[in-house]
């Protein structure tokens, strides 16, 4: 069965430092993959997307960026972050292609970022 | 571009009792697949029902059921014999069949509290 990981579960980080969250997936292969954010209270904004290796799409312009360096690993980073970096963020994947569009995307647990 | 609205922030429900979660959309797809999930306190997003634009037949999982009203563009989730395990934070989402990698819009979500 296909599980997704993500760490650190919560972290909590000064104003202008540095920041790599990661997203694993394991027992798929070639998924799409997806970083949301939830601010509180709120829904999912999509903030990138990626169909295969080195493939990044940007969904809103921010100061975030994703890579992804092999098939089920997707990586969300920045070099500086903002006090409106904090939220919740929230890793995703789906099956590339499936009949009728009937699959579904599955969430990792996320991790709860606060900016200092 | 792709819409979903629901209208309400919060909803009570007595214990064993059903309740109808409301969700509306809006999209230039003409085929595309609407889905509903649970976040509990935890932040995990959990998968519950899906529902085709084709599908001849609203979608039923266990308790979950989906009332789809194509031409009034609703997708309204009902739960039937709620319990206090439904307490929950609830999405409702939609993919367009021909979206660009399956990127999925969020609703802003509605808050379930189940009373005993």
């Known amino acids: 069965s296909q599980t997704i990981h993500q760490w650190p579960a919560t972290l909590v980080q000064p104003v202008g430092s540095p920041l790599s969250l990661e997203c694993t997936v394991e027992g798929t292969s070639n998924p799409n993959l997806y970083w949301y954010r939830q601010a509180a209270g709120r829904g999912l904004q999509l903030l990138f997307y990626s169909v295969g290796i080195g493939q990044i799409s940007s969904e809103v312009p921010q100061n975030l960026s994703a890579s992804r360096p092999q098939d089920r690993q997707f990586i969300l980073s920045s070099k500086k972050l903002l006090l409106s970096d904090s939220g919740f963020y929230l890793c995703?994947?789906?099956?590339?292609?499936?009949?009728?569009?009937?699959?579904?995307?599955?969430f990792g647990p996320g991790t709860r970022l606060t900016v200092l | 571009a792709q819409k979903i609205t629901q209208t309400q922030p919060g909803m009570f429900v007595q214990e064993k009792e059903a309740v109808t979660l409301d969700c509306t959309y809006d999209t230039s797809d003409p085929s595309y697949g609407l889905f509903w999930y649970k976040q509990p306190s935890s932040g995990e997003m959990i998968f519950l029902i899906y529902?085709?634009?084709?599908?001849?037949q609203n979608a039923t999982e266990g308790r979950y059921s989906l009332n789809f009203q194509k031409a009034r563009k609703s997708a309204n989730l009902v739960i039937s014999a709620s319990q206090l395990g439904d307490s929950a934070m609830y999405f409702c989402?939609?993919?367009?069949?021909?979206?660009?990698?399956?990127?999925?819009?969020f609703g802003d979500g509605t808050t379930l509290t189940v009373k005993p």
């Open positions: 529902q085709g634009s084709y599908d001849q």
């Open positions: 989402a939609m993919r367009g069949h021909n979206t660009n990698a399956g990127k999925s819009t």
């Open positions: 995703a994947w789906r099956t590339a292609e499936e009949a009728g569009g009937r699959d579904t995307q599955y």
